[in-house]
């Protein structure tokens, strides 16, 4: 199974693609989509689901899960425009008929760390070691969206352990 994972934003959008296999999960590729802020909303929504549509080409990824939109009372417009950046990512992934998991960054940090509250450095770390890697991989934006991979085949997988464990 190959697994897109989004960290969605206007400026920096990070994504990662994993592969299922019985080794372990395994990076295809990983970066972010970078978008320059003088540019017009409208242009830097268009360069996100561009690249999205080339990543996803590409790749031909079987699911893809995206970090959940989080709103604080504090910063409305930081919500509104990263639901701008998940709407063009989603959009592409329809467009395609691929499943899309929708997942809270909550979950994805509890997943990876058991805390739901922990820092993005201790997601990095966690990604770093759940994926057998010799170096941190960086910016978080990557870090975070492999997180979200990495969480996704985690909930796909959970069937197939119940499944498997099941007596008649």
């Known amino acids: 199974m190959r697994l897109l994972g989004i960290d969605p934003a206007i400026g920096c959008t990070g994504y990662g693609v994993i592969d299922a296999v019985k080794s372990g999960p395994r990076v295809v590729e990983a970066g972010t989509i970078d978008t320059a802020p003088a540019l017009p909303l ?3 929504l268009a360069e996100i689901h561009e690249q999205i549509e080339a990543i996803l080409a590409e790749h031909k990824p ?30 592409a992934a329809a467009r395609r008929g691929l499943e899309v998991l929708d997942l809270p960054a909550t979950q994805v940090k509890r997943c990876l760390t058991g805390n739901g509250r922990a820092s993005k450095q ?3 770390r966690a990604v770093q070691v759940a994926l057998g890697l010799n170096r941190l991989l960086g910016p978080l934006d990557v870090s975070d969206a492999l997180a979200v991979a990495l969480t996704a085949l985690q909930e796909s997988e959970q069937p197939r352990r119940l499944a498997a464990g099941a007596t008649r």
């Open 42 to 44: 409208a242009t830097r």
């Open 62 to 91: 079987d699911r893809m899960a995206i970090e959940a939109l989080y709103a604080h009372y504090r910063h409305p417009r930081t919500a509104i425009i990263m639901g701008h950046a998940r709407g063009v990512v989603m959009l």
């Open 122 to 124: 201790q997601v990095q």
